[in-house]
């Protein structure tokens, strides 16, 4: 039974990968062929030609206006997916449509629904407006990962693992050494962990970046809006820095971590990563560091994940992970994750051993 939760929206790409141009991605399974339009709009369709499957996004198939021809037999598609021209014939068979995706572009991202489309409703999808407002500078990219998309929620939700896979760049001891607390609103569907280091050693990633030398006050607030949209609030700040009652917080860095996890496959994950800054925001110094550093450490966990991908396929049924204090958010999201996927959740106990 699949673990991919449906009927949910998924980032599909950033808003600046779709052009006037064919463009593929297989989302949670399903292969899907995305443009612009020439009025601006992104659409998205299966892509498979319904005639012999061909993928419609390989050549020679190509764009011709708003129209996608099929590069083996000359079917032809409007942007809506259905058919509207066929070799040797002048009727279209009534049936010769592609399967259309709703899909919504948002805060620079393109979403798109994978379910039922009369259930998508885009004001369920999670908002990061900071990712496309003036007042922050963003850096991004995507990482392909031969791991299922679990692993990287794992992953995520419990930051402890910085200071062992990420010494040197984000990791310092205060990370794994600094207890977290961790809220479930269920009736929003959102995971919050937090873990406030108040006299921290400040990480290469922050000190570079924000100039501020010595110890600091480091605060992480994750909110994950399972399956796809992770959100880590960081605030590095001088130490006894806090923010005013009015919520201003002149003397502090704001960086927002956003990752999108979307699926590809059973056993792959689209690992996108942005890095949104309220400083510097000019600085294409501080730029470049943060984009080179934050995929490095990216990195770093795709290599760990595809490890641990291998390790779970090659191993025998009902193996059993233990889980501490740190687990606490990441198995309250796979307890989310697996509700949505109707399942009881995998090596989740209620409760972690102390
Ligand atoms: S497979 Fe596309 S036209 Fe035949
Ligand atoms: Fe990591």
Redesign the pocket.
């Known amino acids: 039974m699949s673990t991919i939760p449906r009927d949910q929206w998924y980032v599909a790409a950033y808003g600046s990968e779709i052009r006037h141009e064919l463009f593929a991605r297989t989302i949670c399974d399903e292969p899907i062929l995305f443009w612009r339009t020439e009025s601006g709009e992104v659409v998205a369709n299966s892509d498979r030609?319904v005639?012999?499957?061909?993928p419609l996004s390989r050549a020679p198939s190509r764009l011709v206006d708003d129209k996608v021809v099929?590069g083996?037999?000359?079917?032809t598609y409007g942007s809506d997916g259905k058919c509207v021209a066929v070799p040797g014939q002048t009727r279209v068979p009534r049936t010769a449509r592609l399967t259309p995706y709703p899909v919504v572009e948002l805060d620079s991202l393109i979403w798109i629904w994978i379910g039922d489309p009369a259930l998508a409703d885009p004001t369920r999808i999670p908002r990061v407006p900071y990712l496309a407002s003036p007042d922050f500078t963003t850096v991004r990219g995507m990482e392909p990962l031969q791991a299922r998309f679990s692993l990287l929620v794992d992953n995520l939700l419990d930051l402890s693992h910085e200071t062992y896979l990420h010494g040197g760049y984000i990791g310092t001891p205060e990370v794994a050494s600094t207890p977290i607390s961790t809220e479930v609103d269920d009736e929003a569907g959102i995971v919050y962990v937090s873990r406030h280091m108040d006299d921290a050693e400040c990480p290469p990633f922050y000190s570079k970046s924000t100039g501020l030398q010595g110890r600091i006050a480091r605060w992480q607030d994750i909110e994950y809006t399972p399956p796809c949209l992770y959100k880590l609030h960081s605030r590095i700040a001088p130490v006894g820095s806090v923010p005013n009652p009015d919520g201003t917080d002149p003397d502090a860095f704001h960086v927002e971590v956003v990752y999108a996890i979307t699926p590809e496959t059973e056993h792959s994950t689209h690992d996108f990563w942005m890095v949104a800054r309220d400083f510097a925001l000019d600085d294409e110094e501080v730029s470049a560091f943060l984009a080179e550093n934050n995929r490095t450490v990216v990195l770093q966990d795709v290599e760990a994940l595809d490890v641990l991908e291998q390790v779970i396929q090659g191993e025998p049924e009902g193996y059993q992970e233990l889980s501490i204090n740190i687990d606490t958010g990441g198995l309250a999201a796979r307890r989310m994750l697996a509700r949505m996927v109707g399942q009881a959740p995998r090596n989740a106990p209620a409760a972690p051993a102390r």
């Open positions: 030609c005639h012999r499957r061909f099929c083996y037999h000359g079917f």
